[in-house]
């Protein structure tokens, strides 16, 4: 667009006169992004209709006319250079830069801004544009590890910093071995010799002493000091493959790897280490016990992710498949399976090599241990991260209907109600799961309805209306307030240090075991629990409802007291629930039956006198 046209534009629309700097960018030729539309480009500018004529057509908007105001507030303005453009004409060769050389990518867009430098969310946000929302995240983890070879780029060390074009190209093994040297910290000094292994792997020539490297190395692990010992052995495996690269005799270095495997903490070990790592410390736990059954079958139940994986393979490997699976079952009976080792076996179930496995415990043992696990990281998280178990539990559509294959009617409803009453799942993905177990036993649809006249009287609790909705507000309450602000208690105390002499954490771990068993309880009693309608009871026959009068057969007293449900007991106003001795030893007693009974620490015979029925 001519400057002439430009002052045509402002002449039509005066209110583009704050903007000329972003109207200047609508020339005959550049290009626009329509968020709907996509790639469009200027054609011309219509002064008759005071319209832009712009091609939208790879989505088939050719030659639309749109108000320039509408241009230039709305859409996405590209100057010349843009790395977009360039995708948009030359898709080829922008993509093969995108797959197999993103530092040139990179380069390529840095260098097309004056200053040579981009902040890390402008350059994210070009370069979500470039791979796509949903390849991207993946893409720019690898991309920034190849990021750190490519010298000609200053990579940020902080989130505020830049990424920026360097004026003279430094060899990045040059700057790992300076920056080996002045680093003090003996866990980045660790991290910067993998470094150099890894160029040195490569086949790139190192200039300077790695020999030195390699005496530093070993003094800072022999010394040990500020180095946990997962960092500790993690290093030791650089030292050894850094003396094999020189052609040292491994052995003869000092204080071995083998050494840190006497340590009691195994566990703490393994959760230290990096994936990489997960595969050689196995081994050489293998190396250092000779019997390494019962440490990795340890290790692997408190195991998540790839570590779990690597454990599992590790045993079937040695033919230790019978103590992997009795191990499972084990710990399946024991609800001790964590969350982590259930979702395992929930996505590895149909794996040729690991159903004999699985199989054993996929049953609706499963799915319980499931939702309380899956309960339990909720309370036990101080984020808002997703936990992996309830998407998959969510998400996988045959999951439901495997692990109740072999239920009863009355198991499931128990796992229907344990899930309602779990916290891990939001109130529509709970009716989601629910509507799977209502496929295959549809008497659970009264879960829904609120009715559930199903149960068996067996270990059922009959209550009344206005106890139910008490007993449920102080579930809620304890869930949603006692539960959460111990969860808090334990984060403030874990950040005042050692834990083993810290006692306001070891109190709030206690009172996390009273408030979590008392949950357990509440969630056990809710689902046993009937509502009755006290209202209607019979006139002749003690029942639940009842106020009764009795009269002690020598003396004359009488003592005036009701029945009523399991949560109602208010000895105060004479109310007894219906569970207790003497409302058990008068149920379906007459006018005029004569029983004994201990009432006030006085045993006499007492003939049921009057009955009414209670009213609230």
């Known amino acids: 667009m001519t400057n002439k046209m430009n002052e045509q534009i402002l002449e039509r629309n005066p209110s583009l006169a704050s903007a000329k700097d972003k109207l200047a960018m609508l020339t005959e030729g550049s290009y626009c992004i329509h968020r709907s539309w996509g790639f469009g480009q200027v054609k011309t500018y219509d002064e008759a209709q005071n319209r832009l004529i712009i091609d939208f057509s790879d989505t088939g908007h050719r030659d639309h006319p749109m108000d320039p105001v509408f241009c230039v507030e709305k859409l996405e303005l590209l100057p010349r250079s843009s790395i977009l453009i360039k995708q948009h004409n030359d898709p080829e060769r922008i993509n093969l830069l995108i797959k197999e050389n993103p530092g040139e990518l990179i380069r390529e867009i840095i260098k097309e801004i004056p200053e040579e430098e981009i902040s890390a969310p402008e350059l994210e946000r070009i370069l979500s544009r470039l791979v796509g929302d949903t390849k991207f995240k993946r893409w720019w983890t690898k991309a920034k590890k190849s990021l750190i070879q490519n010298s000609s780029i200053a990579v940020p060390k902080r989130a505020t910093e830049p990424y920026a074009l360097m004026e003279c190209h430094i060899p990045r093994e040059s700057e790992l071995l300076e920056a080996f040297y002045a680093t003090k910290p003996p866990h980045k000094k660790i991290i910067l010799a993998e470094e150099l292994l890894s160029l040195c ?152 090599r690991l159903i004999a496995v699985i199989e054993p415990i996929m049953v609706p043992a499963l799915l319980n241990a499931a939702f309380y696990a899956i309960d339990e990281e909720v309370h036990q998280s101080t984020g808002n991260a997703r936990i992996q178990l309830a998407d998959t539990l969510s998400e996988d559509p045959e999951i439901i209907q495997e692990l109740l294959a072999l239920a009863n009617t009355e198991t499931a409803r128990d796992l229907a109600y344990t899930l309602l009453m779990k916290q891990g799942f939001n109130d529509l993905t709970k009716r989601s799961i629910l509507a799977r177990f209502i496929r295959l036993f549809p008497s659970i649809q009264s879960l829904i309805s609120g009715s559930d006249d199903s149960k068996s009287s067996e270990g059922q609790l009959i209550v009344s209306a206005e106890s139910m909705e008490r007993r449920k507000k102080e579930y809620e309450h304890l869930v949603a307030v006692d539960i959460p602000n111990n969860k808090e208690a334990i984060a403030i105390a874990r950040e005042h240090g050692d834990l083993r002499e810290n006692a306001e954490y070891k109190m709030a771990k206690e009172d996390q075991g009273t408030l979590m068993a008392r949950k357990a309880q509440m969630e056990r009693e809710l689902g046993q629990a009937i509502v009755k309608d006290f209202s209607k009871v019979p006139s002749d026959t003690v029942a639940i409802g009842s106020t009764i009068t009795l009269k002690a057969q020598d003396s004359n007293k009488e003592y005036q007291f009701s029945i009523l449900g399991a949560w109602d007991s208010d000895p105060e106003k004479n109310i007894l629930s219906y569970k207790t001795p003497i409302a058990q030893a008068l149920i379906n ?28």
């Open 201 to 352: 792997s490569s086949g790139k020539s190192i200039e300077g002493d790695l020999s030195k490297a390699l005496d530093t190395l070993s003094e800072i692990l022999t010394d040990g000091k500020k180095l946990t010992p997962a960092q500790r052995l993690q290093g030791m495996w650089v030292r050894d493959d850094l003396a094999k690269y020189l052609g040292q005799e491994v052995q003869e270095l000092p204080f071995q790897a083998a050494s840190l495997l006497h340590e009691k903490d195994l566990q703490a070990i393994a959760k230290g280490l990096a994936p990489n790592g997960y595969g050689r410390f196995l081994k050489l736990l293998t190396q250092v016990h000779s019997d390494y059954t019962q440490p990795v079958l340890e290790l692997l139940r408190n195991s998540s992710g790839k570590f779990t994986n690597e454990c599992v393979q590790l045993l079937l490997d040695n033919n230790l498949q019978a103590p992997l699976v009795s191990a499972l079952k084990r710990w399946l009976d024991e609800r001790m399976l964590k969350a982590p080792i259930i979702h395992w076996a929930i996505k590895n179930r149909r794996s040729r």
């Open 589 to 616: 007693k007459k006018i005029g039956d004569a029983l004994e009974l201990d009432i006030s620490g006085q045993t006499e015979t007492w003939v049921v006198a009057r009955l009414e029925c209670w009213r609230f």
